[in-house]
Structure formats: structure tokens, C-alpha cells
């Protein structure tokens, strides 16, 4: 009858413990019903188990900045190690998913947000260049720490599935751009590890796949087991939505630029979940931005857009 829809976004002064972020989530929710749920921790949350530390000024929606992480040299990686999965910020999102699955109708399905394990290792060292620059002079070195981060996400996706979320939301970062990595180092350092975590997660319609950034290699990605596939169809030389269709099997997710039209007010905001709307013809297709949205966004806009998708005609002549 009509696309379902659903928007995120941090709350950068409320996204510390599990109970500040369950209860931003549920406000937004309620305010807007959306029709599913991501969840959106902190970014950080999957690399603190290894030491990466931010600092947060209390203001709120303040982007909080990095003031330490653990690799600064090559032999550092040797120090990376499979960790619990249940304890420290991993247990903390548990917590955080069981407690918005009591709280949410058994209809709306959560996501949980988790990296690629590939994401999730640049993440331990800066700049994240360093780690795509080595796989070639310590390819060895980079595995091991690899496998050790994967083996940990493997036992927290399962984890997360347990604790009651419906699916992963598992996103690339900066290893899913051309204009950041190739197609065959992809292939060699992101695929086989980014598939294991999916196992690991089992199956579910609700896996999304999301390919971050401009110049998208979504392709690389279009035959992952994941019942939807997330990507800014806005941005510069990222797949339209309709050419999105072409590519994967799935569903699509997204329609409106995060920082261009969903910005702009509610009548362009409106203008763009038409073109939308038309370019799929409102089929195996999810209206959300393409990522997360900024903390500035206006509440009206969201609510125009939650209203418009409700009430609006989806096909000629059917409500």
C-alpha cells in the first residue's frame, strides 16, 4: 500500500549507556512511527573493547573526538586480540537491544548496527590510510589482527540475534568507495570476512547491507545474503535508486540526500521521497536517507516525510 519508511541519526549527548540510547530511540518512535528501528550507537562503540577512547564535551549534539586508540606502529597490531563479546561496550549494545525488543511492538522489526570487520580494524589506528597501506607490507600481520576481530563480531552478531534484534545493519565506512579502496583489495580483505559475520548472524530478511560514502562500489557487494541493500542513491557517482534495482536481489534503501534535500525544508524534502517513489515505483524499495542523518535536521521535515509517505497516493488512482 505504501513504502515503508524509517530515519536515524546520532544524539551525540545521549548515546553513552544503554538507557540513554534506548530512550532517544523510543522518543523518536513514538514521535514518528517509523516503520522499523536501526539503532544507532555511538560510532565508536565496536572499537572500544581494543582501547579507542573519545572525548565528549556534554553539549549537546557536540560530535565527540578521538583522543586515543591503540596502534601507532606496525607491531602494534600484534597486540590485537579476540575479545568477550558480552562484556564492556559490546554488552552494553545487548542490553541496549533486549531492552528496546521488550519495548517495541513485535511488528517493527530492529536493526542493530555493526562494521565490517576490515571498517572495524582501520578504525584502531589513524589516519585509516595507514591500515589500506599496509595489507600489502604486512599482509600477515594485518590477517592475524583480522581474524581476530572477526572471530569476536562472530560471536557478537550471534549475541545480537539472541538479545532480539531481527537483523544486522552492517555497514562499510570508508571500504566501500572507489575513492577509497579497489574492487580486488574488497574482495581479498573485506569479503570473506564481511560473509562470515553474516553466518554467524543466521538468516534474516532483515539483514541490510550498507555501502557508505560517494563513488559506492555496491556492485562489489550486490550478491551478499542480506535482504536489503542501504546506499546514498544521491550522491556523486553512487548507483540511482533504479540502478540499484538492476544490481541486487534484495530491496533498496534510501531516496533522500542525508545532507542535501533532507535539509532543505519540507517541501524539498517532499519533492525528493516523490522522485523516489517514481524512480521504484514503490517496489521491493524502503524510504530512509542514504545515512545518518545530522543532529540539526528539522523535526518538521521528519514528520512531513513520515506524513506524506502515510497519506500520500503511491500508484494512480490507489491510496
Known amino acids: 500500500d505504501r513504502p515503508p519508511v524509517s530515519f536515524w541519526g546520532h544524539v551525540y549527548h545521549r548515546e553513552s549507556s544503554a538507557e540513554d540510547l534506548v530512550a532517544h530511540t523510543l522518543e523518536r518512535w513514538r514521535r514518528y512511527r517509523w516503520d522499523w528501528v536501526k539503532l544507532n ?40 586480540g579476540e ?28 536493526l542493530q548496527t555493526v562494521f565490517t570487520p576490515i571498517a572495524i580494524l582501520a578504525e584502531l589506528t ?54 577509497f579502496v579497489t574492487p580486488e583489495l574488497l574482495r581479498r580483505w573485506s569479503r570473506p570476512y564481511d560473509v562470515r ?19 559506492a562500489l555496491l556492485s562489489e557487494f550486490a550478491d551478499y545474503p542480506v535482504g536489503a541493500f542501504s546506499w546514498d542513491a544521491t550522491a556523486p557517482g553512487n548507483p540511482t535508486l533504479a540502478e540499484g534495482l538492476e544490481l541486487v536481489r ?26 523516489a517513489l517514481e524512480a521504484t515505483g514503490g ?20 514528520a512531513a516525510l513520515r506524513d506524506e509517505v502515510e497519506h500520500a497516493p503511491t500508484r494512480e488512482g490507489h491510496p
Open 126 to 179: 589513524e589516519p585509516p590510510e595507514s591500515l589500506r597501506d599496509l595489507l600489502a607490507v604486512e599482509p600477515a600481520r594485518v590477517e592475524r589482527a583480522l581474524e581476530a576481530v572477526t572471530r569476536t563480531f562472530e560471536h557478537y552478531v550471534a549475541a545480537v540475534m539472541r538479545a532480539g534484534a531481527d537483523g544486522i545493519y552492517l555497514a562499510t565506512v570508508d571500504w566501500g568507495s572507489r575513492s
Open 41 to 80: 550507537p555511538r560510532k565508536h562503540y565496536h572499537v572500544e573493547p581494543w582501547g579507542v577512547r573519545y572525548h565528549y564535551t556534554g553539549v549537546p549534539n557536540a560530535k565527540p573526538t578521538l583522543a586515543t586508540y591503540p596502534v601507532h606502529a606496525p607491531a602494534d597490531w600484534d597486540r590485537i
Open 250 to 275: 534484495g530491496a533498496v534503501v534510501g531516496g533522500i540526500g542525508h545532507e542535501t534535500d533532507l535539509q532543505l525544508g519540507p517541501e524539498v524534502a517532499i519533492s525528493a521521497y516523490h522522485r
Open 197 to 215: 559475520l553474516l553466518a554467524a548472524a543466521g538468516v534474516s530478511p532483515y539483514h541490510t547491507l550498507h555501502v557508505c560514502k560517494g563513488d
Open 83 to 110: 575479545l568477550p563479546s558480552e562484556g564492556g561496550a559490546l554488552g552494553e549494545q545487548l542490553k541496549a537491544v533486549r531492552a528496546l525488543r521488550a519495548a517495541l511492538p513485535d511488528d517493527v522489526p530492529l
Open 283 to 302: 517496489r521491493r524499495w524502503l524510504f530512509a536517507p542514504g545515512c545518518s542523518i545530522p543532529p540539526q535536521t528539522s523535526e518538521a521535515t521528519l
